[in-house]
């Protein structure tokens, strides 16, 4: 069945550590996203990617880094200059290219980072 | 920039009573409109959309929503809730044209049905 994988379920990271969470779709779907789900805050979107080798950042980007080498990749780096990086992280992709918003996204099952 | 506002936070009903959630959204120009449900151990999948035509639009499990465009609005309902309706309810807006089919969504409501 098609859908997308993230992994791992859960993380852990020290203090002044990178993690990369990954996010692998095979919907052939050309859009993805990174939400982080904090509890009472709904979902906020940290980076986006319309198309390979494209990305940009949404609204909570800073403290994260994202990569899109492959259409079913989309990795997602927390750094360290994240000041508050403990949170639920959702990968989501819809099919199409532009800006015409027809779809709804279809979600991974997420990763749960905590900070140690 | 588009807000989505769910005004209810927490919602407990008893098995066969009705719903409704409500959702506005604050965007002048044209939009799509989009519930998604978070069962207990499940990811978030898509409950039903609104693009075009017809504002009452039904979704999977007996849902179904009404777009008011006067009104903002986009509350989601159901005749009689059961107990496995018990999730987390998420209202989302994409603003066409200008935002890339990126969603904002609201802080979420969650659903208790008590058997």
């Known amino acids: 069945d098609g859908g997308i994988t993230q992994s791992p379920k859960y993380l852990f990271r020290k203090e002044g550590q990178n993690v990369t969470l990954s996010c692998e779709q095979n919907?052939?779907?050309?859009?993805m996203y990174w939400y982080r789900q904090d509890p009472g805050q709904g979902l906020r979107l940290i980076y986006y990617s319309q198309i390979v080798n494209d990305f940009q950042k949404g609204d909570i980007a800073e403290g994260y880094s994202v990569s899109r080498e492959k259409k079913e990749s989309f990795p997602l780096t927390v750094t360290s200059a994240q000041k508050n990086p403990t949170a639920f992280y959702l990968c989501a992709s819809r099919p199409g290219q532009g800006e015409t918003g027809n779809y709804g996204y279809t979600f991974g099952s997420g990763t749960r980072l905590t900070v140690v | 920039a588009q807000s989505v506002s769910q005004h209810n936070h927490h919602v407990i009903l008893s098995e066969a009573a009705s719903l409704e959630l409500g959702c506005n959204y604050s965007y002048g120009g044209t939009v799509n409109l989009f519930w998604y449900v978070q069962y207990p151990g499940q990811h978030l999948q898509l409950l039903l959309k609104y693009f075009s035509g017809d504002p009452l639009v039904k979704g999977i499990k007996g849902f179904e929503a009404e777009f008011i465009k006067s009104k903002f609005s986009f509350n989601l309902r159901k005749p009689s809730v059961q107990w496995s309706d018990t999730a987390e309810y998420f209202c989302?807006?994409?603003?066409?044209?200008?935002?890339?089919?990126?969603?904002?969504f609201g802080d979420g409501t969650t659903l208790t049905v008590k058997p």
């Open positions: 989302a807006v994409n603003a066409l044209w200008t935002n890339a089919g990126k969603s904002t």
């Open positions: 919907l052939n779907h050309d859009a």
